[in-house]
């Protein structure tokens, strides 16, 4: 996975006086042409995430780095030593459907400019640096969770892999498509004792950066999230002759369930909770849905209130299918922990701002992410880049050149530091 001999050959000198920010939008671009469509749509293990490892494996090589595609197509990269102590950067290259570009491929690149940078200077590092680009984020192909950043943190269940996806296609089965070794995936985890540490570069996909004119914050920690697939059971007839009163409509009685569960979420000002597909059958205009399907994600900061939130949803949920006579069931597909931001390295992401003449900042992440599951192998700690009116998960998606030209020269600024604190300067 990773070439035996780093290579210690220099990046290449940046091709004309761009700033990082330019570059870093450049490439952004650049990995936003490989999509399966609808618009930037980029699944995990799909032939534009096949696309977008390889051109990114690309530039790891171009920067000299050793760099390679491990057994859950992750694209790992090393900048210096092969063995000894490693700081850790990365983000996700995988999409959601009708994506925008940053949401994931700006942690990579944005880590790839920093490392080309700190190349060009000659900085000595005491430690190797590994660039990651996860494949397998935003869980929307496959029942998983972060399935490929808790594969580089050594927690990879391998029950993951009997998952499959809406057309049936298990997750072995992809991955060999994709033309890895499924069996290797439970072999990848980095040693802790010489992960010193994890860096994420990731937009806010928030309003508070934009409204606070700020175009960095640091991130002290992120939501846990609960999602799962529901099932409502009724009983198709036709949509002239069933009187009201004598129906088992599925797709109504969903449609109370989901208003319970918009309700719930919004009890209090900490919580969220989504439906974001919902699926009726047979699906016909003059049929009486037989049968739903629809998933709920929901969030907070504080893992216990989200437990009870889900409790609340489903006990209300069979209360509305108590009434109606249709049967309604829930199975889990997601128990993400909410998780603090380590404070020793998120100390110098705030240390790297101010020498930036930056005011420190600091935000809840409501989005989930890579760092979660690295945070189960060594501290963890993410900068978010201010985007356009907090849009993200749409292709309106959008961040300035400055604002990424700041957050790769406060990267590469944390980096020196954590540098100059094991050297004990
Ligand atoms: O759903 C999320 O929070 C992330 O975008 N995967
Ligand atoms: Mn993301
Ligand atoms: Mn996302």
Redesign the pocket.
Known sequence: MIDAAARAVKPPPMTSNRTFGERVMRLVDDLARHTDGPGLTRLYLSPAHRATAEAVRGLMEAAGMSAGIDAVGNVAGRFGPADGPVLLIGS?IDS?VDAGPF??PLGVVAGLVAIEALGREGVPLPFAIELLAFGD????RFPTN?STSYAVAGRYDPAWLEGRDADGVSLRDALRAFGTDPEGATALGRDPGQAIGYLEVHIE?GPVLEAENLPVGVVSGI?G?SRARCHVTGEAGHAGTVPMTMRRDALAAAAEMIGAVERIGARRSDTVATVGVARPQPGAVNVIPARVDFTI?A?TPDDVVRAAMMTDIAAECRAIAERRGVAFGLESTMESPATPMDPGLTAALEAAMAASGLPPRRLV?????DAVAMATLCPAAMLFVRCLKGI??NPAESITAEDADMAVRVLVEAIKGIARSRQGS
């Open positions: 996700h959601v949401d994931g984020e935003e869980n929307v972060l996909q939501v999230i994600d969030r992440s409501g989005a989930g992410h993200s998960h």
